[in-house]
């Protein structure tokens, strides 16, 4: 992975993406003490930046080996930004989900025009099931996060970002990323080191499944106790990527950890203060810079808000958790 890659991408995606902006609001600024800038990727196409790295990995495949198909496998915003990439280029898709993935990321993912197969979580492989339908039916598989053009799509938020924050006069600030497998985070601080090095990527996550943190303190590959049980469905991975964990290792900060309540909290301070709507896995870096001030340093602060497909339950829940 390098920044030649990234830069690539961006000009892959360049008319088919979304520059998403970069928010700021006095009464988030209030409740984390400093300044905090977000960038809301939930407003990207199939509302969360795994858009980004779909239509990164779609597009750079041979013509006639994309005609043939893809195949992913996904909880939901990644088997989204993969379906709506492959119907935009005229191609088949079939995308692996979990059962108990939200209902309206399996909805959506169908509404694209993807054959949806769910499986157990808890009790099957996706990646040995992923395996055997490729090879059956001679599909690429784009992989969620440890795909070398799935990382250089994400990239390109970073690439973004570093000049939004120029425009903003901020040098010098941590980058908070929500964090699953560490493809956003890691296409992220490959992207900063070269276009903007006083910026330092950070991964956010959800208590109980903080393998990218514990990875990171530990200086290796550490993995989850649990594959499932947090409501933040998006970012629960088995452990970080082998080709993601290395740059996350070399270029970011120590990672951060909140609750389910704090990421709802979020959700709610995202809406009621910005107008966006987030899912608790696409909040979980909102949650961090407000949540854990003393772990933060500097007057400035930007976040990722990475997704924002959330079920009306649990948006509901968000809501109430403000009075």
């Not at 939930?42 to 080996?65: D, I, Y």
């Not at 993912?109 to 039916?137: F, K, S």
Request: net charge negative; with cysteine.
């Amino acid at each position: 992975m390098n920044i030649d890659m990234i830069r690539a991408a961006a000009r892959r995606l360049e008319g088919h993406v979304r520059r998403t902006p970069l928010l700021n609001s006095p009464f988030l600024d209030d409740i984390a003490g400093r300044r905090v800038w977000v960038k809301p990727e939930c407003l990207q196409h199939t509302g969360s930046f795994k858009f980004r790295g779909g239509w990164s990995a779609v597009s750079a495949l041979e013509p006639s080996v994309r005609a043939k198909g893809v195949i992913a496998f996904s909880s939901g915003n990644h088997a989204q930004g993969v379906a709506y990439a492959a119907k935009l280029h005229g191609v088949p898709a079939v995308i692996i989900m979990p059962a108990d993935a939200p209902r309206l990321k399996i909805a959506n993912t169908r509404a694209l025009g993807a054959e949806v197969v769910l499986y157990d979580r808890m009790t099957e492989d996706r990646d040995a099931i992923g395996a055997a339908m490729a090879e059956e039916r001679e599909l690429t598989l784009i992989k969620p996060f440890d795909d070398p053009l799935v990382i250089a799509g994400q990239g390109t938020t970073g690439l973004e970002i570093a000049q939004q924050a120029a425009d903003a006069g901020i040098a010098r600030a941590d980058v908070i990323a929500c964090c699953g497998g560490g493809g956003l985070t890691s296409g992220i601080a490959l992207a900063l080191e070269a276009e903007a090095p006083g910026l330092r990527a950070r991964t956010a996550e959800p208590e109980g499944f903080d393998d990218a943190a514990r990875s990171l303190a530990a200086g290796e590959i550490t993995r989850n106790a649990a594959l499932g049980g947090s409501i933040c469905d998006a970012i629960v991975t088995p452990q970080p990527g082998d080709l993601t964990f290395p740059i996350l290792k070399r270029l970011c900060g120590p990672g951060l950890v909140v609750s389910d309540n704090e990421a709802l909290q979020a959700i709610g301070h995202a809406f009621n203060r910005l107008k966006l709507v987030a899912e608790p896995g696409g909040a979980v870096a909102l949650a961090a810079a407000l949540f854990r001030q003393d772990e933060i340093d500097g007057d400035d602060v930007i976040v990722t808000i990475s997704g924002g497909n959330v079920d009306s339950d649990i948006f509901s829940r968000a809501l109430a958790t403000l009075g």
